[in-house]
């Protein structure tokens, strides 16, 4: 099925520890998102990619690097998990007037 | 700042009567507004749009209002019905389409459809 797809699903890291959330899109668009959401805060951005070759911060980029690899696959990279990270990722697409295709999430939690 | 406010986290309604989600903004420069659903364990889903050039814009049983003199949007659900039930966010744009700088979204409301 069209769409996007995020892995892994479900996580478990210590404290310090890296890893690399995987998404990839295949309905050709241009724009790719990483969002994370917590309780009672809604969904806040921490990176973009707006085209192939270009990544930009969002609103809370902090502790995060991101890799828009092809225009297919947009990865997100913890390099010191800290326990604030606990949350669930989400990868979003966007390519038409529509808003966003997002991924199915990825809960991740630091321990 | 929380430029994108949604005030009810939770929301209960009775089956077959209207529901009515209520979102304000502050940016003055959004120019595109949208509605998500989401189930737990899944990704929110696009619902309905509307632009700002519009102030209502209707799809089925959803109907999304805009009044930008008041900087307010609200979703009405018409009748509701049990697989209502889920987290509802709006969301808005500078850019028509959702934006090369990302969506900004709202808490979301907690729509629960009683029986």
């Known amino acids: 099925n069209a769409g996007v797809t995020q892995t892994p699903k479900f996580q478990v890291l210590k404290t310090g520890q890296s890893m690399t959330l995987q998404c990839a899109q295949d309905?050709?668009?241009?724009?790719m998102y990483w969002y994370r959401q917590d309780p009672g805060m809604g969904l806040r951005l921490i990176y973009y990619?707006?085209?192939?070759?270009?990544?930009d911060k969002g609103e809370v980029p902090n502790g995060y690097n991101v890799s828009r690899l092809n225009k297919r696959e947009f990865s997100l990279r913890l390099e010191s998990a800290a326990p604030s990270q606990t949350s669930v990722y989400f990868c979003?697409?966007?390519?038409?007037?529509?808003?966003?295709?997002f991924g199915s999430g990825t809960r991740l939690t630091v321990v | 700042d929380q430029q994108v406010k949604q005030n009810s986290p939770s929301l209960s309604v009775q089956e077959g009567r209207i529901s009515i989600l209520n979102c304000d903004y502050t940016?003055?420069?959004?120019?595109?507004f949208l509605w998500y659903k989401k189930y737990p364990a899944e990704g929110p889903t696009f619902l309905i749009s509307?632009?700002?050039?519009?102030d209502k814009n209707e799809d089925g049983r959803f109907t999304v209002f805009l009044n930008k003199s008041a900087k307010h949007l609200s979703l009405h659900i018409v009748p509701s019905q049990p697989g209502d039930s889920a987290v509802y966010f709006c969301?808005?744009?500078?850019?028509?389409?959702?934006?090369?700088?990302?969506?900004?979204f709202g808490k979301g409301t907690h729509l629960i459809i009683q029986p």
């Open positions: 979003a697409s966007s390519g038409s007037l529509y808003g966003y295709t």
């Open positions: 309905m050709n668009h241009n724009s």
């Open positions: 990619s707006a085209s192939e070759g270009t990544t």
């Open positions: 940016n003055s420069m959004f120019d595109y």
């Open positions: 509307i632009s700002s050039i519009k």
């Open positions: 969301a808005a744009s500078g850019w028509t389409g959702g934006g090369a700088d990302g969506l900004t």
